[in-house]
């Protein structure tokens, strides 16, 4: 393993770990509060996070090509972050 694949596994790593903490604390929010808002920005952060946890796992455990791999991200971070925007037209 070269140190380039040990950084984007470090970096892939941080960014599951923050995600899901974010998305738990958007889902803990939602049902403290019930507002609707709160719910899409916990599936869009979760969507981004996931899209991030596919994407290393495609390339590291399979023969997915690394460029396949970030299109897979990429189409998740981008639905992700249109339920974020959503999140916050929703009242």
């Known amino acids: 393993m070269s140190h380039l694949d040990v950084a984007l596994v470090a970096v892939k790593t941080g960014t599951l770990a923050l995600g899901g903490l974010i998305t738990y604390l958007s889902l803990k929010a939602h049902r403290r509060t019930g507002s609707p808002a709160l719910r899409a920005l916990a599936v869009g952060f979760g969507l981004v996070t996931v899209g991030a946890l596919l994407a290393g796992v ?28 959503y999140s916050l037209y929703v009242d």
């Open 58 to 85: 495609g390339h590291q455990f399979t023969s997915l090509e690394l460029a396949h791999s970030v299109v897979i991200e990429s189409a998740l971070t981008f639905l992700g972050f249109a339920v974020i925007v």
